[in-house]
């Protein structure tokens, strides 16, 4: 079993906080990260991909791989009411499979 | 691009009644998954398929089985359904080499 493993949360921040998401995976071989918003009732959609240790930034959104602690993170800075959604941690391996958390929700209070 | 399209999104199916999920993408993506989701949790990986041809079991794949006969049509196939089959299906589908995944609207099954 392949896991990937999320605080549930819910996680309240205030509009303009930065928002600090966290995520950990028990495959040491797995080589390729994701971050995905999911809005209730909606699918899944892409914010952040990460395959290299270190940090990557795109816009209000970076993300933070340490694979040495199979720790992977989002941060989200300015957060926005919009940014009120759950954000699933995704994990890659060589074989083609991509394994999920069971997400972190996340409401921004204006 | 209708990208990754699913059929039907809502059905309700009584215990023992078999029924077949539709996916179909039309990015000629060589990869496609199928996920469930239960309420309130992650996505769980059923079966997935690297081209036409070629499928694998995911995490959960008891009680579900899957065919790729062409690149775009990815369909799952529920026999003899169960309560514990109740739950949102969501379709998936990515290119050589990239990692992300381009999902359907999703398909909302009960049970009962």
């Known amino acids: 079993q392949k896991e990937v493993e999320q605080n549930s949360g819910p996680l309240s921040v205030p509009e303009g906080a930065i928002a600090s998401l966290n995520c950990t995976y028990s495959d040491r071989g797995s080589q390729s990260f994701f971050w995905y918003r999911q809005y209730s009732g909606k699918s899944p959609e892409l914010i952040m991909f990460i395959y290299s240790n270190g940090d990557k930034e795109d816009g209000r959104f970076t993300a933070q791989l340490n694979k040495a602690s199979q720790y992977v993170s989002l941060l989200i800075r300015d957060s926005q009411p919009s940014d009120s959604a759950t954000y699933l941690c995704a994990v890659g391996n060589t074989g083609n499979q991509f394994y999920f958390g069971t997400g972190t929700s996340l409401t921004v209070i204006p | 691009n209708a990208g990754v399209t699913q059929t039907p999104k809502f059905r309700i199916l009584k215990i023992g009644q078999s029924m077949t999920l539709q996916c179909t993408q039309d990015m000629n993506h060589n990869y496609m998954y199928w996920y469930r989701q239960d309420p309130g949790m992650g996505l769980k990986l059923i079966y997935y398929?690297?081209?036409?041809?070629?499928?694998d079991k995911g995490e959960v794949p008891n009680g579900y089985n899957v065919s790729r006969s062409t690149t775009e049509d990815f369909p799952l196939r529920l026999e003899l359904a169960a309560p514990s089959q109740t739950s949102v299906y969501f379709c998936a589908s990515r290119t050589q080499g990239a990692g992300e995944l381009f999902f359907g609207e999703g398909s909302r099954l009960t049970v009962l």
């Open positions: 398929s690297v081209g036409a041809g070629i499928t």
